[in-house]
């Protein structure tokens, strides 16, 4: 019954290496989300995706950029990690009008 | 200004009391606002949500939301252990976009 799927729970990184975050929802959503949850600053959302092809900058864009390529799927990219973007990774999707997001499992990225 | 404020808490209820989780939010002209339950070391997952002014009951759980004064809250009845959790207030923005509070950590004591 597994509705948004993130490829990775935990990853572990190198500072400067390029990473990929994979997310797939199976519920035919028009919008997706990528958010980042750290301690004490709660979830803040990074980039997000109305449409295929479609991507547009939440309130911390820096340092990532989106990919949409198909519905069911959107892709957050580390263009060049860094230790300062250590933290769990949340995919979120919902149907346009929304009625409440469903989030994947998060993925725990760890750059060193 | 934070768009949406939470208690961090920890807020400690014993079994079976009522746990009342308090949130503010500063845009006067949010539209609805949902409550979701966060498990340590796990995803949220959605509660409820509410759009009117006044109560809305769902289970064990009641939403109060309170446009004028700007606040929401979620009570939970008949506390039960499996309800600790962190607690994440919601507030959806323009174009579907939510802005969440830091959350209330909620232990419920056996």
């Known amino acids: 019954d597994v509705k948004v799927t993130q490829s990775s729970r935990y990853l572990v990184k190198r500072t400067g290496e390029k990473v990929f975050l994979e997310c797939v929802q199976d519920m035919d959503h028009e919008n997706m989300f990528w958010y980042r949850q750290d301690p004490g600053l709660g979830l803040r959302l990074i980039y997000f995706s109305y449409d295929v092809k479609m991507k547009e900058k939440g309130d911390i864009p820096e340092g990532y950029s989106v990919s949409r390529e198909k519905k069911e799927r959107f892709s957050l990219i580390l263009e060049s990690a860094s230790t300062n973007q250590t933290s769990m990774y949340l995919c979120?999707?919902?149907?346009?009008?929304?009625?409440?997001?469903?989030f994947g499992s998060g993925t725990r990225l760890t750059v060193v | 200004q934070k768009e949406v404020e939470q208690n961090s808490g920890p807020l400690s209820v014993p079994e079976g009391a009522i746990a009342s989780l308090n949130c503010t939010y500063s845009d006067r002209g949010s539209q609805s606002f949902f409550w979701y339950r966060q498990y340590s070391g796990k995803s949220p997952e959605l509660i409820m949500f509410i759009y009117s002014n006044g109560d809305k009951e769902d289970g064990r759980f009641t939403a109060q939301l309170n446009k004028a004064s700007q606040y929401v809250s979620l009570l939970i009845r008949d506390s039960q252990p499996s309800d600790s959790a962190t607690y994440l207030c919601a507030v959806k923005k323009r174009r579907d976009q939510f802005y969440f509070g830091t959350g209330t950590s909620l232990t419920v004591i056996p």
């Open positions: 979120a999707s919902d149907r346009r009008g929304s009625y409440g997001y469903t």
